[in-house]
């Protein structure tokens, strides 16, 4: 599956070249395809913070070549580099509170910069290890998506409708995407008659870019309003609501997407398998539950307004952008060191100390 999955990519939203970080403006999708460069760490931390990049795992990659370009602005300055280098990792760090990936990533470069000796090049190693996590994420895609397949197939494995929330593809990896990947992977074994897109309000990442990727492959898909889930379940023969994560807690909670709790106690009332697929580096064992983590809140105004016009009343508006679901409401996590399913502390416990697949 895997050479099958490279052949028929077609979707990057990250590119490292040139000494500049490039990103895919997913603001402008599907209508535009417009890409801009980045060159400093702030710049990096503001397309982060205004949806120019999304998704975990290209959030925690962003973030990595961010800290690169910052290391060398720093390096260039002299003196004391690495100290206020700290600046740097801060702005970054704060771009984004929920996606555990963006710290992972983080943490992975400060602690190749711990590790280097007087003779290493610096820079050259900073960036190596930014480029190993583009890379490694990838990977751990392909590996996901073979996975999830073989479960798909385990308990069901004829042709079948998928429901999925948000946009978990390429758009939102290193590439091939999360539960988009398992999708993609499904369709070419001839598992999917087709796949049910959540428009994902407010900023219809479902519509404008999963609707658009699978598209893009030939894949029928369909997007619906997020509050039609649950009738389609019931009328269209939804066999599995596959979906990615932005952080998973030692008990195996899950925080993901605002609308994926419903969609997972909806799951249970119909008997719909529920899958959560996400690479190892979105896992955070030092929180114990789903309680412990911080859930963004975004302005109302996404909420109130389309394209910058008011079309909402003049009153307040909530707009987490985050939910959490319970560990109980999942029948498996997906991950490229492995599958466990009906997650508990133990299960991921026994998880994490295990060596990646291949």
């Not at 190596?128 to 490694?136: C, D, K, R, V, Y």
């Not at 939910?323 to 997906?334: H, W």
Request: proline share 3%; glycine share 8%.
């Amino acid at each position: 599956m895997r050479d099958r999955l490279l052949a028929a990519e077609k979707v990057k939203a990250i590119d490292w070249r040139d000494g500049a970080l490039y990103l895919l403006d997913q603001r402008a999708l599907p209508f535009e395809e417009t890409w801009l460069a980045y060159t400093d760490a702030a710049g990096v931390a503001q397309a982060i913070k205004q949806m120019v990049v999304r998704g975990a795992p290209a959030i925690g990659i962003s973030a990595a070549y961010g800290l690169v370009l910052a290391a060398r602005k720093r390096f260039a300055a002299g003196g004391d580099w690495k100290a206020a280098l700290e600046a740097d990792f801060s702005v970054l760090a704060g771009s984004r509170p929920t996606a555990v990936n963006l710290f992972w990533a983080l943490n992975r470069l400060r602690e190749r910069l711990d590790r280097l000796k007087p003779a290493d090049d610096a820079l050259a190693a900073l960036e190596a290890e930014a480029i190993a996590i583009h890379e490694s994420d990838r990977e751990a895609n392909l590996t996901m998506a073979q996975l999830g397949v073989d479960l798909i197939r385990k308990h069901q494995g004829n042709v079948q409708a998928l429901l999925t929330h948000c946009n978990t593809g390429a758009l939102a990896t290193g590439g091939f995407g999360t539960a988009l990947g398992v999708i993609r992977g499904a369709w070419l074994e001839g598992m999917v008659e087709r796949v049910y897109a959540d428009e994902t309000r407010p900023w219809l990442q479902g519509s404008r870019l999963t609707a658009w990727e699978l598209a893009n492959e030939g894949i029928p898909v369909t997007v619906n309003a997020d509050s039609a889930a649950a009738h389609l379940m019931k009328t269209k023969g939804i066999t599995w609501v596959i979906v990615g994560a932005d952080r998973i807690t030692a008990n195996g909670d899950v925080a993901n997407k605002i609308g994926t709790y419903q969609l997972a106690v909806t799951a249970m009332h119909h008997g719909v398998r529920f899958m959560v697929v996400a690479p190892s580096s979105t896992i955070d064992m030092s929180l114990a539950s789903g309680e412990e983590i911080p859930i963004e809140e975004r302005d109302g105004s996404e909420l109130l307004e389309i394209g910058g016009k008011r079309v909402g009343a003049d009153v307040e508006a909530f707009n987490p952008v985050f939910d959490v679901t319970p560990a109980d409401l999942i029948d498996a996590i997906v991950t490229e060191k492995g599958i466990v399913e009906r997650p508990d502390t133990a299960k991921m416990a026994l998880l994490m100390c295990r060596k990646r697949l291949h």
